[in-house]
């Protein structure tokens, strides 16, 4: 039997398509592709699989996250400026009853009063921001932890 409990779906929103064209001091001048490497090499140093889903369209990350049970075992979640309004988007990671990390890359804590408020708030582990790619390694560590050893 292969036991599959390990694949981690990571989940960008919008505008992350062009990440390497926002504000370096903000974002790091990194690219998706870029970002996505590094995470799928933290991610198989921890025994996990991660598979990776990028949409500037709502509704699509809605239905990503309906089909998620069927893909994935825990979620990272970046949805971008979503994260501060979609109330759709929250509702859809709640049916999704997966183990979920919400990630910023910025430090939206001390940013625009309005990035502050998340709408995953009670629906996630925890919530990193601020510490750019590496809080994503942090985000798999703890999924790591939660899924149990997988070397
Ligand atoms: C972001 C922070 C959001 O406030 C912003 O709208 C983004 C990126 C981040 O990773 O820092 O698009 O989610």
Known sequence: ???TSNRVAVLHGVNFDILERRDPAVYGGLSLGELEQRISAWARELGLEAIFF?????GEFVEFLHRLPD???SAIVNAGAWSHYSRAIADAL???RLP???VHLSDVENRDDWRRQSVFDGLVAAK???KGPDGYREALELLARELGPHT
């Open 128 to 130: 990193i921001s601020g």
């Open 1 to 3: 039997m292969t036991i």
């Open 100 to 102: 979920a990390v919400e």
């Open 54 to 58: 990028q949409t500037n369209h709502e």
């Open 71 to 73: 893909l994935a075992d």
């Open 94 to 96: 709640d049916v999704a």
